[in-house]
């Protein structure tokens, strides 16, 4: 492309972002505003706004391919219905994005954040998390996070070790994203620097229960789609499953919010596009706010802990003991003919390979696989049955 149609493509950039001072909240977060821990020319940002261009990046990286096979709540069932995480990202993204663009938010900044808040999760959903928390405590490493690994995944292990140099507001909302965590309302921590951002990284770290929130409301809209997007999901696989009826929800809740994902999606996101409208928070009304709180206690109660759904966890727990202590001693012996080394190791830069320890590399390989991946590492005989009907 010559130099003049570059210049006209810039020109249209800068066009956009002058549109976002027009068209956007004043409390939105600018395009312009945006701040890469290695700065980059403009000729390799090209045309795009910054968080369109984190978007993309993230869109065409590796860890994004994987949430293809990847659990949400059921996992080893045998239905093309059920929701897999790759689904649910696509759902917190639309539903986030909706919210936004009726607060005049940065829509890029919200698809950016929503496409990767979920990208550190490892095999077999929260089960799997425990099971390499436990593991990765042991070796001395701390407890696993999903979110902080979705950070590391993006700054340090992407493109063979050298990251993807998102924007702070991006990996900051990754970071904040915590849709576990019930909040009425939430308002933005504004004013983090990479500096800041790393120290809450690191605090996050030594203690998972460290309250984080997002330093803009675009974070905070994706952190509340992220609740609004699955719990209504998780009732529908439920049902479909034969889990629970559809009766049994709670009847509080179920007269504010609907008894169907679709009406539990829509009133949410009414409320709390009603209740952030040229606010400086996030929020939803307080007679919504319990009415979810309710719902999600059922879902926990009677779908995320109910050990109906889980015959084969002991069995799963035993692999990821198996492979993660296989592959430490794998590195710590030299074995370069180990998948470690193979699949994963190969050409990962010096920078990763000198300053990770053996479990952490074991952790990190194994936090980014796929269910499947996962069990084609695993002997034939451990292999766990799948569940080809319903629960009931």
């Known amino acids: 492309m010559g130099r003049s149609n570059l210049t006209d493509l810039y020109k249209l950039k ?10 956007l909240s004043p409390l939105a977060t600018r395009s312009k505003d945006a701040i890469r821990r290695h700065p980059e020319k403009r ?52 539903i986030s994005r909706t919210i936004g ?5 940065n829509e890029d900044l919200i698809e950016a954040v929503a496409l990767a808040h979920d990208i550190g999760h490892c095999p ?10 436990e593991l990765c405590q042991a070796h001395g490493i701390g407890p696993f996070q999903h979110n902080l690994q979705s950070v590391r995944f993006l700054e ?12 702070l507001q991006v990996l900051d909302g990754i970071l904040c994203h915590d849709g576990e965590i019930h909040a009425q309302a939430l308002y933005p921590q ?25 330093m803009t409301l675009e974070g905070c809209v994706v952190r509340m789609a992220d609740t609004i997007s699955y719990i209504g999901r998780d009732i529908e696989d439920a ?24 009406t539990i999606v829509y009133n949410l996101v009414t409320d709390v596009i009603q209740n952030s409208l040229e606010k400086p928070a996030i929020a939803f009304s307080e007679e919504v706010s319990e009415a979810l709180k309710k719902l999600r206690e059922f879902n926990l109660n009677r779908i995320y802990l109910n050990q109906t759904i889980k015959p084969e966890a002991g069995k799963i727990n035993t692999l990821f003991k198996l492979l993660f202590e296989g592959y430490v001693r794998d590195i710590k012996g030299g074995n370069d003919s180990s ?7 190969d050409d990962m830069s010096d920078q990763y390979r000198n300053h990770t320890s053996p479990a952490e590399i074991a952790r990190d390989f194994i936090a980014g696989m796929t269910d499947e991946y996962f069990l084609r590492q695993c002997p034939d005989e451990l292999q766990p049955q799948r569940i080809t009907g319903c629960f009931s």
């Not at 663009?101 to 938010?105: A, D, K």
């Not at 504004?190 to 997002?214: G, M, R, S």
């Not at 049902?239 to 008894?259: N, T």
């Not at 998948?339 to 190791?345: P, R, S, V, W």
């Open 14 to 23: 800068e066009s956009l972002n002058a549109r976002e001072e027009d068209f």
């Open 43 to 94: 000729i390799d940002l090209g045309h795009r706004q910054n968080y369109a261009v984190d978007s993309d990046r993230i869109l065409h990286s590796s860890a994004y391919t994987r949430y293809i096979d990847k659990t949400q709540v059921f996992y080893l069932v045998d239905n093309d219905h059920i929701t897999h995480r790759v689904l649910h990202v696509q759902l917190v993204s639309k």
């Open 101 to 105: 663009r009726f607060l005049r938010l």
């Open 124 to 133: 077999f959903g929260h089960d799997g998390e425990a099971y390499l928390s």
């Open 156 to 167: 340090r292990i992407e493109r063979k070790g050298r990251g993807l140099n998102l924007t």
């Open 190 to 214: 504004p004013e983090k620097t990479f500096q800041l951002l790393d120290k809450e990284i690191v605090n996050k770290a030594a203690d998972p229960e460290l309250p984080v929130t997002p």
């Open 239 to 262: 049902i479909r499953l034969g889990l629970i009826q559809r009766d049994e929800l709670p009847k509080s809740a179920v007269q504010r919010l609907g008894d169907t994902n679709g």
């Open 339 to 345: 998948i470690i080394f193979t699949q994963y190791l």
